[in-house]
């Protein structure tokens, strides 16, 4: 196994259980910093690049091993897609604890991909769901399942992979 002792990752705060930021009980780790800045964002305290603090993602792993309840953890922000070298590795930790992942990101899929970046493919390449798009006040709907406005959409990356095409969720 890769020694992961070196990789640190910004963060913001934690959430140790959750069921509104994704399926199942989560395990929520808000990372720190967004150049995006969506006019009424949830969560404005994220944005500043240098602010929140650093840990170590064997220590996030240790926290969330506490709870055997856990489905999965859900890396929201901020922007994961800023850390994107250390968020993978915090992605392939959680797959090999047999825990599901669901990200956010501001920036859509097909924006993503298009980075041909080998640390964002393999994100998406091993995530589970991926909740994507910038946050729109002018869309803003309080109905939608773990989402803040109506662009947004709940990608399900394993019928992606499986398809060879994008799979949204419709719920």
Known sequence: ?????????R???FIE????DGFGLRFVIFTQGCKLRCKGCHNP?????DGGHLIDITEIQNK????PLLRGITIS???????????SELVKLAKNDHLDVTLYSGYTYETLRSRECPYTDLILNTADYLIDGPYIEALRN???LFR????QRIIDLNETRKEKKLVILDK
């Open 45 to 49: 305290f994220t944005h500043d690049l």
């Open 64 to 67: 969330w091993r506490k709870n």
């Open 17 to 20: 259980e959750s069921i509104v």
């Open 142 to 144: 309080l109905n939608l």
């Open 148 to 151: 803040g406005s109506s662009n």
């Open 11 to 13: 963060i913001n705060n």
């Open 1 to 9: 196994m890769l020694n992961t002792s070196t990789h640190k990752l």
């Open 77 to 87: 922000g901020g922007e994961p897609f800023l850390q994107v070298e250390v968020v």
